[in-house]
Each structure stands twice: as C-alpha cells, then as structure tokens.
T-cell receptor, first 112, second 115 residues
C-alpha cells in the first residue's frame, strides 16, 4: 500500500514565525508532489507543486523535495493567522498518471 | 469559467435512502475524479473518468456506489441504500492533463450526512 505520512499536529507557531510542515512517502517511484491547504469545512486548495529535488519558492511558501530520503516539506515564512488551516501533502506515483495519494494532513495554528 | 461546480453542497439523508451528487468540471477538462474525505483524513480516491470512460474504480467503491459521466461532460455519483459510514465529504476534481503535470483543482464538495 502506497502511503503518505504527515504529523497530524497541531503545529502551533506565533505570528511572523516560520512554519515547517513535513511529509514522507513510501513509493520511491513518485514523480510529482503537491501541497494543498484546507480550511475547516472547505475543500482542499492547491498551493504548491514540486517535481525535482531542491527548493521551489512562491511568495511566502517554499516547497522542498528530497527524493533520496522520500521527504517533502513546506515552509511558510512570516506566518499569518489566516494561514491557520490543515495542510495536505499529496503524491502521484510513477505507475499512476491520474491518482493522487494524500496524507492525513497537518493542522497549523498561527497564534496572533 | 467558475471552476469545478458540485451540487448539492450539503445533503442529509436517512439510512437506506439513495442519493445522487453532481459535478460539473471546468469546461475544457477531459479528466474527472471523485474523492471521498472523512473527518481527520485526507481525500481518498474513488474513481476516474477520461472523457466518458470510467477507467478506474477504487475498492472503496462498493456495489452501492455508481458513477457516470455521460457525453464526457458533467458526472454523477450515486449511492444506493446509504449507510452511516457513507457520511463524508465527496469531492470532485478535473484536469486537462494528468495531475502529475499540474495537480488538479477540487470543487467545493458535497457534504453527506446519513442519519
């Protein structure tokens, strides 16, 4: 069974701090990696994608990928209370061009 | 284009009743996906359509579940003889290419409560 693992949290950080969210995956053949943000009662919203090892930055968000360690992370700089949400890591495997496997999500709480 | 549209937003039904949900994908997208999400879990894949062809059904989809996408446009997901364990958020997504290229965008979901 291909798995995506995340710490459920909650991860609590003060406003303005860097929030670091982590994800590991079991399918070594995985090619594409995504972070979704989900507010309570809402559907997931795609915020970052990453396909190659290293860092990818978009505004206050940085995604990091290490395929050798099967590890993906999301850094949120200058965290704001509006960033408080559940962050879902999703992976699509080498053998599936259409299916995303999601982790259970990490709940982030940014304290004012 | 307003994105992926799902109806209804909420559905409360009695155990044993049948329910049907509708998903209207982004118009130029030929791929459509259904996922289910329960509280505290990530979305779980249910089924996938490319145009009108249903190419995969998860083992999560029991015989009580059926999905269609006539003419490769909107899709419906029907649950027959609902059970309390069917209570969940049902999410639809669409894409033009596979999600490996750009991920995909979810609709707002249909929250089903079986009482």
């Amino acid at each position: 069974q291909k798995e995506v693992e995340q710490n459920s949290g909650p991860l609590s950080v003060p406003e303005g701090a860097i929030a670091s969210l982590n994800c590991t995956y079991s399918d070594r053949g995985s090619q594409s990696f995504f972070w979704y943000r989900q507010y309570s009662g809402k559907s997931p919203e795609l915020i970052m994608s990453i396909y190659s090892n290293g860092d990818k930055e978009d505004g206050r968000f940085t995604a990091q990928l290490n395929k050798a360690s099967q590890y993906v992370s999301l850094l949120i700089r200058d965290s704001q209370p509006s960033d408080s949400a559940t962050y879902l890591c999703a992976v699509n495997g080498e053998d599936s061009s259409y299916k995303l496997i999601f982790g259970s999500g990490t709940r982030l709480l940014v304290r004012p | 284009d307003t994105g992926v549209s799902q109806n209804p937003r909420h559905k409360i039904t009695k155990r044993g009743q049948n329910v049907t949900f509708r998903c209207d994908p982004i118009s130029e997208h030929n791929r459509l996906y259904w996922y289910r999400q329960t509280l505290g879990q990530g979305p779980e894949f249910l089924t996938y359509f490319q145009n009108e062809a249903q190419l995969e059904k998860s083992r999560l989809l029991s015989d009580r579940f059926s999905a269609e996408r006539p003419k490769g446009s909107f899709s419906t997901l029907e649950i027959q003889r609902t059970e309390q364990g069917d209570s969940a958020m049902y999410l639809c997504a669409s894409s033009f290419l596979g999600p490996g290229n750009y991920g995909y965008t979810f609709g707002s979901g249909t929250r089903l409560t079986v009482v």
